[in-house]
């Protein structure tokens, strides 16, 4: 609504790979038509499903006020801007390597990510406001996956080859 107000033609909203749920061990990338499922039940959820029914709420808008409203669902990233101390895997093994005695893998370590420099994901959301298609959701993130125990791995190697890695 404030982007209406202002007379905005153009609006993009940076959503989540979230919305698509668990991801399907057979699928190597989440394309952009997967629906997926998400249990509305589970309190871990509640980001998902915000970001799901955020995107509902464009695609309501668009009709409603005719602005090109694009949608950008944002996978891993990383970048100098990320948080050494937060919720983000890469993040926490960096300030591992840095500082930590030992790099640790909450988890098991097989799960799967694809991580972009936050370069290109400026990028590729400046593309996507600019050239997307209105009522259109873009996946945004790397095609190179890699496993969490890999990440951890690379991160050793690069930042403090003497240190453990423990799941």
Same mark, same amino acid.
């Given at each position: 609504?404030?982007? #209406?107000?202002?007379?905005?033609?153009?609006?993009? &909203?940076?959503?989540?790979?979230?919305?698509?749920?668990?991801?399907? =061990?057979?699928?190597?990338?989440?394309?952009?038509?997967?629906?997926?499922?998400? !249990?509305?039940?589970? /309190?871990?959820?509640?980001?998902?499903?915000?970001?799901?029914?955020?995107?509902?709420?464009?695609?309501?808008?668009?009709?409603?006020?005719?602005? @090109? %409203?694009? +949608?950008?669902?944002? &996978?891993?990233?990383?970048?100098? !801007?990320?948080?050494?101390?937060?919720?983000?895997? %890469?993040?926490?093994?960096?300030? /591992?390597?840095? *500082?930590? *005695?030992? %790099?640790?893998?909450?988890?098991?370590?097989? @799960?799967?990510? @694809?991580?972009?420099?936050?370069?290109?994901?400026?990028?590729?959301? &400046?593309? +996507?406001?600019? &050239?997307?298609?209105?009522?259109? #959701?873009?996946?945004?993130? @790397? !095609?190179?996956?890699?496993? %969490?125990? *890999?990440? #951890?791995?690379?991160?050793? !190697? =690069?930042?403090?080859? /003497?240190?453990? +890695?423990?799941?």
């Amino acid at each position: 609504k404030l982007a #209406a107000s202002l007379d905005a033609k153009k609006f993009l &909203f940076t959503s989540s790979g979230a919305v698509y749920g668990q991801q399907p =061990t057979y699928l190597k990338q989440m394309p952009e038509n997967y629906v997926g499922t998400i !249990d509305q039940m589970c /309190d871990a959820n509640s980001y998902a499903l915000g970001k799901k029914l955020a995107e509902h709420l464009c695609k309501l808008h668009q009709k409603q006020i005719g602005m @090109s %409203i694009t +949608i950008a669902r944002c &996978f891993a990233f990383v970048g100098q !801007d990320l948080p050494k101390n937060a919720h983000f895997a %890469i993040g926490n093994f960096i300030r /591992d390597a840095l *500082e930590k *005695e030992r %790099i640790t893998i909450l988890g098991d370590g097989r @799960s799967i990510r @694809s991580y972009m420099d936050q370069r290109d994901l400026s990028k590729w959301l &400046f593309s +996507i406001l600019n &050239f997307g298609r209105p009522g259109q #959701a873009y996946n945004v993130g @790397s !095609d190179k996956p890699v496993t %969490i125990f *890999e990440l #951890a791995t690379l991160i050793r !190697d =690069t930042l403090a080859p /003497d240190k453990e +890695i423990v799941i």
